[in-house]
C-alpha cells in the first residue's frame, strides 16, 4: 500500500482565501508553499506578450510548454527574469481562467507541479484541482469555501472597486472553473471542508493544521468531513 505524500492540497473557489491561508499553513506546518496560480498566471502574461489567443488551446498549450516557470514563495521567475509584480496586473487576471481552462495548458502545469512537490518532499499545494487530479492522493484535502458576498466584499477590502462589479466577475469565475471540461472545480469525495465565511484567517488556518497533524502523526487518508 503506498504511502500518502506529505501534501496538503487547498481547493475552493475564487476569492475564499486559498492563497493567504495556504501561506500561513505552510507557515505552521513546516510544509513549503506553492502557488499553482502563479503558473497559470505565467502562461497567461507569456500569451498577451507573444499576443497568442488566449482562447486557442493548442496555441496556449505549445507555448506553456516553452516556459521556464520558478515559483517559490515570494518569487515568480518566467524565462530567467522576476514576474512578480507582473503576474498580478489586471490583464492577467483577466485572462488566466481562459488560459487555465485549456488541457494542454493543464498537462503541462500538473506535470510542474508534481515534479515541484517530488522536489521539495511535499508541500501545502493551493488550486482548483489539486485534491480531485493533481494529487488525488494527498494525506489532506481541504475545500475552502465562503459565500459569494463575502467572497466579493473580501476582493473589494484587498484591491478596491464595487462590491457588485467584484461579486459578478467572481460568479464568472466560478461559471468558468465549475463548468470546463478538463478538471472543474469541485470538492474531493474524500475532502475536509472549511466554510471561512464566518471565521477569522487564525481561526480557519488552526482548523486545517490541527486536521494536517492529526493525520501526520497517524496513519490513513483523511475521511469525509465538514466544518
Known amino acids: 500500500m503506498s504511502v500518502p505524500p506529505r501534501v496538503i492540497a487547498i481547493d475552493g ?5 486559498k492563497s493567504t491561508v495556504a501561506r500561513l499553513v505552510a507557515e505552521r506546518s513546516g510544509l513549503p508553499y506553492l502557488d499553482t496560480g502563479a503558473m497559470y498566471r505565467c502562461v497567461a502574461l507569456a500569451c498577451l506578450r507573444d499576443g497568442i489567443d488566449p482562447a486557442d488551446a ?11 516557470i520558478a515559483v517559490e514563495p515570494g518569487s515568480v521567475v518566467l524565462d530567467g527574469r522576476d514576474v512578480t509584480d507582473e503576474v498580478r496586473t489586471p490583464e492577467v487576471a483577466a485572462t488566466v ?8 495548458v493543464r498537462d ?3 506535470t510542474l507541479q508534481r515534479r515541484w512537490i517530488e522536489r521539495h518532499g511535499g508541500g501545502v499545494v493551493e488550486g ?9 492522493d494527498a494525506l489532506l484535502k481541504v475545500f475552502l469555501d465562503a459565500s459569494p458576498v463575502v467572497r466579493a466584499r473580501r476582493r473589494v477590502g484587498q484591491e478596491g472597486g464595487d462590491v457588485d ?7 464568472e469565475r466560478d461559471r468558468i472553473d465549475s463548468s470546463r471540461a478538463d478538471s472543474p472545480l469541485r470538492a474531493a469525495e474524500d475532502a475536509f471542508h472549511v466554510d471561512s465565511s464566518e ?3 487564525d481561526e480557519v488556518v488552526a482548523t486545517i493544521v490541527d486536521r494536517w497533524w492529526s493525520l501526520a502523526g497517524g496513519t490513513g487518508a483523511a475521511g469525509s468531513r465538514s466544518s
Open 128 to 136: 482548483r484541482d489539486i485534491g480531485t487530479v493533481v494529487f488525488p
Open 13 to 17: 473557489p475564487a476569492g475564499a482565501g
Open 199 to 201: 471565521r477569522t484567517v
Open 97 to 104: 481562467s481562459l488560459v487555465a481552462a485549456h488541457s494542454p
Open 58 to 68: 493548442a496555441a496556449t498549450g505549445v507555448r506553456a510548454a516553452e516556459l521556464d
Open 165 to 171: 462589479e467584484v461579486a459578478a466577475s467572481i460568479a
Open 108 to 110: 503541462v502545469m500538473r
